[in-house]
């Protein structure tokens, strides 16, 4: 029988631990610089310290668990050794948030069921056990192309040709991405699916052999499904169940690149800001990693997207205007910055031009940077991996 207390120690203890392999942090109310990129002969994200200003955020709004913002993922992360550790360093703590989370809830469970008698020793104990292992299991992963799914007015190809080849495009980088996954924590299983956002659909599951683990989508559950997917063991039927804590319960969603303007309006129009929100702020929040549009969509507006003309508003029915876009916010993960990414020597002038017609202050990233959150702090990731 161990008492409350001890069992409460021991967690302090192993958060602190968790807390001292992690690199210097400092708040949102401070000036910080990030960069993941290794030293070379180029650019050496100067533009990351440059441009870089003051963040402040409202003391009141939720800070995001683990967030990972990026331009590139082959040269921001996998090619960097110490974004590539802040990635695997944050999918472990997201699982281990989860079991900790599902401890917790079973303790308190156990509590209410019987409040002359404490809580339940066994459940006491395996809210120890779960804090403090180490066990590689099964990693939930949702993919969101949603940004590459756009339709291009200059495409000679059909809309639906488009769409074919978008989706095999999108299969390609999501299996790229497990790949780096397993090359970082060699021997774990990860469960994906693909979310678009434009419809709310979940596509490709992969993962296992076993079909009952991903039950066919939009049919009702039958009560032993029920049971797998509220244990986070098979497949959600909706995009919806895909993004909850008390759905699917994912420990990575991936925000692919794109068309910034097409995923604002499929993230408004359907309503998931407040579900991406609510998910990544959570007790249990899963990591999330914005590439290119996904990172612009994670600062405070998607303006940003404007600047080199890269994206195409016109792709979103009545606001077709790039004036329209003015001031639309993003999901404001990260306070009062927005994002410009695929930043290099080319767009100093225009950066410096542009920055001064926004309030926010602006994130400059080049394809070899990374900007990293943990526990509502802003991460020097550049010294992860230094001695």
């Known amino acids: 029988h161990k008492p409350l207390p001890a069992m409460l120690t021991t967690r302090s203890i192993s958060f602190i631990l968790?807390?001292?392999?992690?690199?210097?942090?400092?708040?949102?109310?401070?000036?910080?610089?990030v960069s993941s990129a290794q030293k070379s002969k180029r650019i050496e994200s100067k533009y990351s310290t440059r441009f870089l200003t003051h963040v402040d955020t409202d003391e009141s709004q939720a800070k995001p668990k683990c967030l990972l913002l990026i331009s590139s993922f082959d040269e921001g992360v996998k090619n960097s050794p110490s974004s590539s550790e802040f990635l695997r360093n944050g999918l472990l703590e997201a699982?281990?948030?989860?079991?900790?989370?599902?401890?917790?809830k079973e303790l308190m469970e156990s509590v209410l069921n019987s409040p002359c008698n404490g809580p339940?020793?066994?459940?006491?104990?395996?809210l120890e056990q779960a804090d403090s292992s180490t066990e590689i299991s099964t990693l939930r992963f949702v993919y969101i192309p949603t940004a590459m799914y756009a339709l291009r007015s200059d495409s000679t190809s059909s809309p639906g040709k488009q769409r074919q080849r978008a989706r095999a495009d999108g299969k390609k980088r999501r299996n790229?991405?497990?790949?780096?996954?397993?090359?970082?924590?060699p021997g774990i299983n990860v469960h994906a699916i693909t979310v678009d956002l434009a419809d709310g659909s979940i596509k490709q599951p992969e993962g296992t052999d076993d079909t009952t683990m991903f039950p066919k989508v939009n049919r009702n559950k039958t009560i032993v499904e029920q049971t797998m997917f509220e244990s986070g063991i098979c497949e959600p039927q909706t995009g919806k169940e895909a993004l909850s804590i008390k759905g699917w319960s994912p420990h990575f969603v991936y925000v692919e690149g794109g068309n910034t303007f097409w995923l604002s309006h499929c993230v408004n129009n359907g309503g998931w800001e407040e579900d991406l929100k609510e998910l990544?702020?959570?007790?249990?929040?899963?990591?999330?990693?914005?590439?290119?549009?996904?990172?612009?969509?994670?600062?405070?507006t998607v303006q940003t997207a404007l600047w080199k003309g890269w994206d195409d508003p016109m792709v979103v029915p009545g606001i077709e205007d790039p004036s329209d876009w003015v001031g639309v916010p993003g999901l404001q993960l990260v306070g009062d910055a927005s994002f410009f990414p695929h930043m290099d020597e080319a767009y100093e002038e225009l950066l410096e031009e542009k920055k001064?017609?926004?309030?926010?202050?602006?994130?400059?990233?080049?394809?070899?940077?990374?900007?990293?959150?943990?526990?509502?702090?802003?991460?020097?990731?550049?010294?992860?991996?230094?001695?």
């Open 18 to 33: 968790i807390l001292g392999t992690v690199p210097p942090c400092t708040s949102f109310l401070n000036t910080f610089v």
């Open 95 to 104: 699982m281990n948030r989860q079991k900790v989370a599902h401890a917790e």
């Open 120 to 126: 339940d020793i066994a459940k006491l104990e395996a």
């Open 176 to 185: 790229a991405i497990v790949a780096h996954i397993q090359s970082l924590i």
């Open 280 to 300: 990544c702020t959570q007790a249990a929040a899963p990591m999330y990693c914005g590439k290119s549009a996904g990172a612009i969509i994670a600062g405070k």
């Open 356 to 387: 001064k017609t926004i309030e926010s202050p602006v994130v400059a990233l080049t394809d070899q940077d990374a900007f990293a959150v943990k526990d509502g702090l802003v991460v020097d990731i550049s010294k992860l991996n230094e001695s």
